[in-house]
């Protein structure tokens, strides 16, 4: 099992019930398997071009747990510090995406469907679309906390 080294991110696993030849179950309840109250879900699909690279943004506030439940694709991290690409192909095992981390999501398969459970509805000012303007957001954050503010 890989292991998450950037901030503000960690990988869930779901519970998986095993019916036989009847499929299985996952579950996500919100603060028992997912570390936020989930508000909005979205998925991501019907990606004809497998070289789409998605996301390139960083989120202020939102919180999102990734789950890839058909097919796979690739979710590229980077805390501003630390970058590294996590490879999502079982459905039960996902990725939380806290705030302040700058995401990328590629190398999709055809079949991939990306669901997205969210902690906030859609913001658009949450979004910080610019990496140098990430950089500089997260490095204000930080001399922020170090000076005692939040
Ligand atoms: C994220 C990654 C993992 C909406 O109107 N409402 C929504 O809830 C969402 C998610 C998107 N949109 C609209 C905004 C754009 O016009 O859908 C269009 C595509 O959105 P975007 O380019 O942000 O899609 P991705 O795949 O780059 O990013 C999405 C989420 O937007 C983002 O929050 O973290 O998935």
């Known amino acids: 099992m890989i292991e998450i080294i950037v901030k503000n991110s960690k990988l869930i696993t779901l519970p998986r019930i095993d019916d036989g030849i009847d499929g299985s179950i996952s579950v996500a309840e919100n603060f028992k398997h997912i570390p936020f109250a989930v508000k909005r879900v979205y998925y991501i699909y019907n990606l004809l071009n497998q070289k789409a690279i998605r996301g390139k943004h960083a989120h202020k506030k939102l919180e999102q747990a990734l789950f890839c ?58 979004y910080i679309r610019d990496y140098d303007e990430f950089k500089k957001y997260i490095d204000l954050r930080r001399r922020r906390r170090l000076r005692g503010g939040n």
């Not at 302040?100 to 590629?106: I, S, Y």
């Open 69 to 126: 439940i058909n097919g796979s694709c690739e979710i590229g991290l980077d805390d501003g510090t630390l970058h590294q690409d996590i490879t999502l192909d079982t459905p039960n095992t996902g990725i939380y995406l806290g705030v302040e981390l700058w995401h990328t999501m590629k190398n999709f398969s055809d079949n991939c469907i990306l669901l997205v459970l969210a902690s906030d509805v859609y913001k658009k000012d949450d």
